[in-house]
């Protein structure tokens, strides 16, 4: 497609005609497509858009429950169920997440508690040890 003259400009747009698109650009650029409004679902992406809101929460906790030591994993359980509190509140069932977190940080509580009673023990052992070499 050659450009206009300097006259053809001054008397307005040119006409180009589709034929001469296509064989410029190498493809059909008058071809006529399908509304897109026809294929769009409001309800669709308003679900896409949850799962991937649930989905990025979900990395995130694993991520930080992968990161940390067992040692730290009770302390975290106010601040994961904040998030999951926020994931409830969308329409998308996570109880069966929550049952499994919150078994996950019952051990947890339960380790520190066996750990603490560990430590308790093992300086009343020094003690003892202490006054009896005394």
Known sequence: MKPPSV???????PYVSCDEVKGDL???ACKHLPPAISEFDGKKV???AEKDFISALWK?????LSRNDVDFASSLRDEIQVI????DCKDVDVSPLKKLLNSFFDFAVS????RSTLH???V????KELFVAT
């Open 7 to 13: 006259t053809q400009v001054e008397k307005g747009p």
């Open 26 to 28: 190498g493809y059909e």
């Open 46 to 48: 308003i679900l896409d």
């Open 60 to 64: 995130v906790i694993r991520g930080t």
């Open 84 to 87: 999951i509190k926020e994931m």
């Open 111 to 114: 380790y520190d508690q066996a």
């Open 120 to 122: 308790d023990m093992d």
């Open 124 to 127: 009343e052992s020094a003690r």
